[in-house]
């Protein structure tokens, strides 16, 4: 079985502009989680998505947006890009809601010049 | 605010020795307690998790040490190998959080041959 897909693998933007990060989550998993792991650092909660509604959301600005699609894939989408935005992001998959476990994609690793 | 912290930060051993790895919270909401092992280039994998309920969990040559009164929790892994090098996260979560996981900082394993 496939497990959590995301894509682009890597992505180098500038200052300003926006990038949309995808997600394709486990067979049968309903539910999605968006991360950000900063070289050294573990990952930091950005949103979760079940059911296509968003249960979740860390403390992270309004330039992040996110939105799950009715076949249960994701995208995080992130506004007018700053140097600080550099990271892995990861997605994770679960069966549904609460303490299931989760199993995370090789994740997008973003630059920003 | 970390509401979970690692130590050490960084270990190194040599093969067939037991490398320990400690996380402690303050969150005694927390009723999920996950160990993720992530590879240079690779996202974070499920390794084992635990409930408060129980004080000791093993998976073949991992097991997790939980100590609610302590609020501490830890990672031994047996007879580890060169190929166990890797860098190691503890995770916490609650019921309601909609999978919301704090992380904690990471711990790098270095097994020596």
């Known amino acids: 079985d496939a497990g959590v897909t995301q894509s682009p693998t890597h992505l180098i933007k500038t200052r300003g502009q926006h990038v949309t990060l995808r997600c394709s989550p486990i067979?049968?998993?309903?539910?999605v989680s968006w991360y950000q792991q900063v070289l050294g650092q573990g990952p930091q909660f950005i949103f979760q998505y079940y059911e296509k509604e968003e249960r979740g959301r860390g403390n992270f600005p309004d330039r992040f947006s996110a939105r799950q699609f009715p076949n249960y894939s994701s995208e995080l989408n992130v506004n007018a890009l700053l140097l600080g935005d550099s990271a892995l992001y990861l997605c994770a998959s679960s069966m549904g809601t609460g303490n299931q476990p989760q199993h995370f994609g090789d994740g997008t690793r973003l630059s920003i010049l | 605010q970390q509401q979970v912290k690692q130590s050490p930060q960084s270990l190194i051993v040599q093969k067939g020795g037991i490398p320990i790895i400690n996380c402690a919270y303050e969150?005694?909401?927390?009723?999920?307690f996950p160990w993720y092992q992530q590879f240079p280039g690779k996202g974070p994998a499920l390794l084992i998790a635990?409930?408060?309920?129980?004080s000791e969990k093993k998976e073949g040559r991992f097991t997790i040490s939980f100590n609610k009164s302590a609020k501490q929790f830890s990672l031994h892994i047996m007879d580890s190998q060169p190929g166990d090098s890797a860098t190691y996260f503890c995770?916490?979560?609650?019921?309601?959080?909609?999978?919301?996981?704090?992380f904690g900082a990471g711990t790098q394993v270095v097994v020596t041959p």
């Open positions: 635990i409930r408060p309920d129980v």
């Open positions: 995770a916490a979560s609650r019921t309601d959080s909609w999978g919301k996981f704090q």
């Open positions: 067979s049968g998993h309903k539910s």
């Open positions: 969150n005694t909401a927390f009723d999920y």
